[in-house]
DNA sequence: TAACAATATATCGCACACGATATTATTTTT
DNA sequence: AAAAATAATATCGTGTGCGATATATTGTTA
C-alpha cells in the first residue's frame, strides 16, 4: 500500500468531492429558477456583462466551447439567453440576456444568498478560512490553466 | 449588479474550475494506465481494502450507486475488477480487483507523484498551505455530506 | 489573388453525476 | 408465517465535460 496512492491524502478527491457537494447544496435554489449550476455561471457572466461571444463565455469559465455551445442551445430552448450572428465577424455568435435571463439576477439574488448560508451554518470556517481558501484555490487554478 | 452574484467572488465556481483542472491534469498519467480518474478513485478505494459491496464504495466516494454501478460495469469490461454476487447477503455485489487491477498500483506510484509534482511545480503554494486547504476543504465536505 | 493557415463555433461519441424508478433479497411487523 | 417495510443494486433519462473532428469565415502568405 503506497501512501501516496491513499485517497485521504489526495487533495484530489477532496477537490472533486467538495466541488459537487456544494453544487448539489445549490440544486433546491437552482431548481426553483428552473437551471442547472453549469446555467447559473453562464447567467452570471451575462450579468456582468451583457453580449459576449461564445468564446469569451468559455474563457471566463474555463470551459471548451464543445461544452459551453450546447449548454447555450438548451438555455436558448428554455428562454433565458438568444444568439444572434455576429455583424463584424460573421464567425462568431453573441450571446445576449432575454427579458426571462435579466429577470432571473433578481430571484437569484433573493434565493441563493440566504439559501447557501443556511446550508452552510454548521461550517466552523470563519471569514479568514474562506478568504484563505480563495487565495489557495486561485493559486492552483492559475498554475494549471492554459 | 448584485456583488454577491459575481462569478470573481464565489468559492463554488472556484472549487468547480479548481476540481476540473485538477481531475484533466491526472489524465495524461491516466491514459496511460488506461483508465479515467473516477475509476482511479475505485481503483484506490479496493487497493486500500479489496472485496467491497457496491454500496461501501459509494459512501466512500460520497457518490450514489447510480453513479456507481455504471462505472463499475465498465471497469469489468475492461478487466480492472470483477464483481460476484455476495454469499451472506445475495443482494449485495462484491467488488475485487484482478490481477490486472492489482498490478496497476505500482504503475500508478511510478506516473502519477511524479506526473502531478511536474505540473504542480510552479505552484506557489506550500506544504503549509496544502494542509490548510485539505482542512479548509474537509470542513465543507462534512458540513454538506448526508 | 489564389492557396494556406488560423479562428470561431458546431457536431459526435463516450464517460460520468444524479434524480427517479424498478428489481430482488432481507428484515420487520402484524 | 404472510404482508409490509427496508435495503442493495440496477436501469433509465437528462445534462454536463471533453477529446476528436467538421464547417464556415477571416487572416496571411507565397
Chains 1, 2 share one sequence.
Not at 450572428?85 to 455568435?93: I, N, V
Request: aromatic letters at 6%; one cysteine or more.
Amino acid at each position: 500500500m503506497h501512501a501516496e496512492l491513499q485517497i485521504d491524502n489526495q487533495i484530489c478527491f477532496r477537490l472533486y468531492s467538495a466541488a459537487r457537494l456544494v453544487t448539489q447544496s445549490y440544486t433546491p435554489m437552482l431548481n426553483a429558477l428552473g437551471i442547472t449550476y453549469p446555467q447559473y455561471l453562464v447567467l452570471m457572466v451575462l450579468w456582468e456583462k451583457d453580449c459576449q461571444p461564445v468564446n469569451d463565455i468559455a474563457h471566463r469559465l474555463l470551459l471548451e466551447t464543445n461544452t459551453v455551445t450546447p449548454l447555450l442551445q438548451r438555455m436558448e430552448k428554455q428562454g433565458t439567453i438568444k444568439r444572434k450572428k455576429g455583424e463584424q465577424d460573421k464567425r462568431q455568435h453573441i450571446v445576449s440576456l432575454t427579458e426571462k435571463g435579466k429577470a432571473l439576477e433578481q430571484k437569484a439574488y433573493e434565493l441563493i444568498p440566504t439559501g447557501m448560508g443556511e446550508q452552510m451554518a454548521a461550517c466552523p470556517l470563519k471569514l479568514k478560512d474562506y478568504q484563505n481558501l480563495a487565495r489557495e484555490l486561485d493559486s492552483i487554478i492559475n498554475t494549471l490553466k492554459k
